[in-house]
């Protein structure tokens, strides 16, 4: 259990942080008028909820919002947290003006990124292979807590006996049959994650 913790870790570690990174343009009415390739990758994927095929970007009411709380007195120099769906993402908005054109022409500009973590694949994996809330619980504890049968039946107030059966479930919803074999599809997820839908699309 342990080697899978540090396995975990070394993996945090190497891999790089920011997996996706785009800008947006929006008017003074804060509709979007443009994307770049990063923003089309990172929101077309996340228009087509359960679907494989990616829709047009557009601009997430949830991110709409968080920007209207701030605006027009848009901070710069902050990165905010941002959740779409079941996705976690940070973003700055900036407010850009030029000397020479009248507010009008004024744009905002918003450059958003996802952080892929270990943490960011289980939740992936989770999603992918349709586990339960108690199946994502013994997923984290093993992946990323490195807890024992024991530990996690206490922490989750149930019998070793059931958290093996919810570990067999796992098993059997992701295709493998070892606790590395779990960690493995884990690490895959996030390097797949890493490079593209596509990629992702193909791995599973």
Known sequence: MGA????????????????????????????????????????????????????????PTELLDLIRRQYPAILSSNRQACRIGERQYTYRAYLIESN??????????????????????????????HLTEREREVLIGLASMGLTNKEMAERMNISPNTVKLFLRLIMVKMGVTTRAGIVAKILQEQRTMMDGPGERKKAI
Not at 40 to 53: E, K, N, Q, R, Y
């Open 100 to 129: 020479e054109s009248p507010l009008s022409q004024a744009l905002v500009a918003v450059c958003l990124e996802r952080h892929w973590t270990v943490s960011n694949a289980m939740s992936e994996v989770a999603n992918t292979y």
């Open 4 to 59: 899978i913790r540090q396995t975990l870790a070394n993996e945090e570690r190497l891999m790089p942080q920011v997996a996706e990174a785009g800008l947006i343009l929006l008017d003074l009415s804060l509709n979007a008028i443009a994307f770049d390739k990063g923003a089309t990758a990172i929101l077309s994927g996340s228009a087509a909820p359960g679907g494989d095929m990616p829709g047009r970007p557009h601009m």
